[in-house]
DNA sequence: AGGTCTAAATTTAGACCTGAACATAGCATT
DNA sequence: AATGCTATGTTCAGGTCTAAATTTAGACCT
């Protein structure tokens, strides 16, 4: 891979990241060669997950452009178009559902209220609860979309089998169960109690 | 919603995403019941990868704060440290390795010059290529740090057995593969040809 | 040899996010 | 009933990224 007279992608280390991005696999091997020792048992795991999320990101917010929406934009959207009728929920709640934090939230709001997708309004529940509700631009923004994002992701993923996306899609959801409760249960569903 | 007692958790959508940031399959659930007919079959896998990616990250930086680095420019000096002596790559090379832009790369580069743990010369091959070289304290600091990542992150996902491990990375090295190979080949390591 | 072309890095403008500081609406306690 | 407490939303400063515009070092062609 890109030895001799290419571009100097080979570095030199005929065992290292040869060439492009490289296998996952080369990194770990890199590590042991370099400083033997290294707790590399993660990088399986770990570095892939990483790059396809980069790589599914870039590709969405690049078909999102195309429509004139940002993806954090259309993440609000969704979460209150899921939410099901009235469309309204708290910012603490899509806080939550969103995994960003309350000055994302505001943030976010604030830009999608700027641009008439989204209005706000205070609620009535706990000391400053604001309740924020699709409007039918916002409605509308999301049918226009969605279908396109989601069918695009379905095609990016199609190169496994049924059977591999069923097994990847029940590890994938041991690991995230199991992540979560690991990292403050702030954000878990106490599923029984509470 | 907003039930009295419970925190506005339960919002009032029995088959919601019921309170906390919600098991995956009920975000297909929600789309099934709102608009009946949506591609969900990509959810399973695409939102797991990226809650993941979104829970590993902020985790790593936090940790990775307190040691008084960023991830952006430990990414950096890893990739530098891994190819091995003599720690030197091109900011090319540097930007397919790391899956950033070429402007992030430069202002990577020019964050970790300014804080001394990389140097930046002309190199001798192409127009303008730009080598970069690990600096000793830029070794000192993969060195302090890299082990206490990569170790957090091996606890992280220790809930799966080795079995499970081995398969979730099979199943990831194949998608990750795939979908690279669908993404714009720039990246991609044409393993045979070329 | 001189002008044009191409490839590569840098700069710039615009977006987004986190963490910390800030403001405030009800609740609990005394 | 008044006061402090706590939970919540917002604002702000700082940092990072992408995409597009800009600069520039060699290569190519006539």
Redesign the interface.
């Known amino acids: 891979?890109a030895r001799e007279a290419l571009?100097?992608?080979g570095?030199g280390?005929p065992a290292?990241?040869?060439?492009?991005?490289?296998?996952?696999?080369d990194?770990a091997a890199?590590?042991e060669?370099?400083?033997p020792g290294?707790?590399?048992?993660?990088?399986?795991?770990?570095t892939?997950?990483?790059?396809?999320?980069?790589?599914?990101?870039d590709?969405r917010r690049r078909v999102l452009a195309r429509a004139g929406v940002d993806a954090a934009t259309l993440d609000l959207l969704s979460v209150l178009?899921?939410?099901?009728a009235p469309y309204?929920?708290?910012t603490?709640?899509l806080g939550?559902?969103s995994?960003v934090s309350a000055g994302a939230v505001s943030q976010r709001v604030a830009r999608a209220e700027r641009e008439g997708l989204v209005t706000r309004r205070p609620?009535?529940?706990?000391p400053r609860?604001v309740l924020v509700e699709l409007t039918a631009a916002g409605h509308e923004l999301v049918?226009a979309t969605?279908?396109q994002v989601?069918?695009r992701?379905?095609?990016?993923?199609s190169?496994?089998t049924g059977e591999?996306?069923e097994?990847?899609?029940g590890?994938?959801?041991?690991?995230?169960?199991?992540?979560?409760?690991?990292?403050g249960d702030d954000?878990?569903?106490?599923v029984g109690q509470?």
Chains 1, 2 share one sequence.
């Open positions: 891979m571009p100097e992608s570095d280390h290292d990241e040869g060439g492009g991005s490289c296998p996952v696999q990194i890199a590590w060669r370099e400083r290294t707790p590399v048992s993660s990088i399986g795991i770990v892939p997950i990483w790059q396809l999320a980069k790589l599914l990101g590709d178009r899921r939410a099901g309204t929920l708290t603490r709640e939550r559902r995994l609620g009535a529940g706990r609860t049918e969605v279908d989601l069918h992701e379905a095609e990016l993923i190169g496994l591999q996306q097994q990847l899609t590890l994938l959801r041991i690991l995230l169960q199991d992540t979560r409760r690991r990292l954000r878990i569903t106490h509470e």
